[in-house]
């Protein structure tokens, strides 16, 4: 490792010469070449995350009470609710911010994650956008919570309709904070360690 190397803060992004255990001198944080265990970071998120999916998918997200009868939907069944009373707008709103959105963010971040763990060629430039995109798609992912708040507060009057959140309204929001956190808990300069790590080997 060359003990010249610059590097910028985590912190203040003050650039200095990296030493080994040594501290950035505005700030006092220490400095690091790489995220001490950010893949391992990061797959603890998304197996958190993963286990989430199951409830959040499977138990009721909305709770619905009319005339003394109470009504639960998962996500999937409220989905077909909303295409069938005619607003498909709404319910592509919920089927791809509540299950296609986290689930890609899932597998990209995995697959990003098994490539760097098992080495071998990797496109590192078409590893960034896939994971640009995630960081980017990320910020939408509790776009249906908003549209199920907004239902809500359009459908409950206090009289004889009433809707309140279910268990897997708790669950999804769980997901989509984990899966932001595993996006940036991955060091994506380790795609680029393992590409010097190949030439190295082939040299």
């Known amino acids: 490792m060359n003990d010249v190397a610059l590097i910028g803060c985590h912190r203040c992004h003050k650039l200095v010469r990296w030493r080994e255990l040594s501290a950035c001198p505005r700030c006092g944080a220490h400095l690091h070449l790489r995220t001490p265990r950010s893949l391992s970071w990061t797959w603890a998120w ?7 999916m199951l409830p959040a998918n499977l138990l009721p997200i909305t709770r ?3 005339f003394g009868v109470v009504d639960a939907d998962t996500i999937f069944s409220g989905v077909m609710s909303l295409y069938r009373n005619d607003m498909p707008g709404i319910a592509t709103i919920v089927l791809v911010a ?13 697959w990003i994650c098994l490539r760097l763990k098992i080495g071998g ?3 590192q430039a078409a590893a960034m956008r896939l994971y640009r995109f995630i960081e980017f798609i990320g910020r939408w992912s509790i ?3 908003f549209v199920i708040a907004l239902m809500m507060s359009a459908i409950d009057r206090g009289l004889l309709l ?3 959140p279910g268990p897997a309204a708790t669950a999804f929001g769980g997901v989509v904070v984990l899966t932001l956190f595993a996006a940036k808990s991955l060091d994506t300069r380790l795609l680029w360690d393992q590409d010097n790590d190949n030439e190295s080997k082939e040299a």
Do not use: E, H
């Open 64 to 66: 619905l009470q009319a």
């Open 121 to 123: 060629p990797l496109n």
């Open 162 to 164: 009433n809707v309140t």
């Open 98 to 110: 509540s299950v296609i959105v986290p689930l890609f963010k899932i597998l990209g971040l995995s």
């Open 143 to 145: 776009l249906d919570l």
């Open 46 to 52: 998304l197996i958190s995350a993963s286990a989430l």
